[in-house]
């Protein structure tokens, strides 16, 4: 088995450019668990089969294809049958697309109803993207960039409005990272069976409750790291017991390590 910090992968990022991120990774086996970003992703594949599981739907994925995710859904993205494959993944902020898109309201969240696109003129457009990413031609991005969103099968909806519960068990478990209420003291704050309680959160959010504490903690840890701190401080300060936690969690739900991530180079850098 190919450790993660093995797998040729970088992230590319401009601080004149804070809506834009590009992950690139090269030849990789490893998975993801479920999970969901804050931004709207765009990934490409590069080489070999992807598996993802959206919106209770799998789709298979080949070279040549793109998919959109819209931001919080969550979703998997995984190897075929073990076999390895490489993928460039943008990371566009919401409200910079929201911008973007002329139809679209503050407020408004973005969908896919149908994400899978297959269309070798986007998709040589979104490589010459890439392009100018590692040719560092950050002035032209904005507009490459806001023109593949324009042409992107997205579609804008009113926000989903989740139960009472499950809004109020989110707000309560993001507002301390550190040290976060235990189930059992919300669900006596409800008055309802803990079970109740995440069952009742999944059906709103599409997560345990436990998958979107970890979520919420990689999000800020993230954050931490492309400001550049410390990993084993950014460690502690989003809520893991020890760095062995940190590290194991960050690997599974992202399938890079904090190193990596942290390191920002340009993707020229890593091949």
Known sequence: ????????????????????ELRSTWRSRQPYKRHCHPQLSVGAILEGETCCI?????????????????????????????????????????????????EADAGMRLSAPDPVIRNPLLFQHYLEIVTL?????????????????????????????????????????VSNLLSPPSLDALAQEFGIRKETLIRTFKQDTGLTPGCYLNIARLDYARERLRAGEE???VGYQSGFADQSHFHRTFVTYTAATPRQYASGRSISDNK
């Open 54 to 102: 959206y919106d209770g739907k799998a789709y298979r994925l080949q070279v040549g294809d793109l998919i959109v995710i819209p931001p919080e859904v969550p979703h998997s993205c995984n190897p075929v049958d073990g076999h390895c494959r490489s993928y460039h993944m943008l990371y566009l902020d919401a409200d910079w697309c929201l911008t973007q898109l002329t």
């Open 231 to 233: 990993i084993a401080d």
């Open 1 to 20: 088995m190919t450790h993660t910090r093995n797998i040729p992968q970088s992230f590319w990022r401009d601080e004149r450019l804070p809506w834009l």
């Open 133 to 173: 990413m590692e040719q560092q031609q950050t002035t032209q991005l904005a507009d490459a960039v806001g023109t593949l969103l324009r042409v992107l099968p997205l579609q804008s909806a009113e926000p989903d409005d989740p139960r009472a519960t499950s809004r109020y068990l989110r707000e309560r478990l």
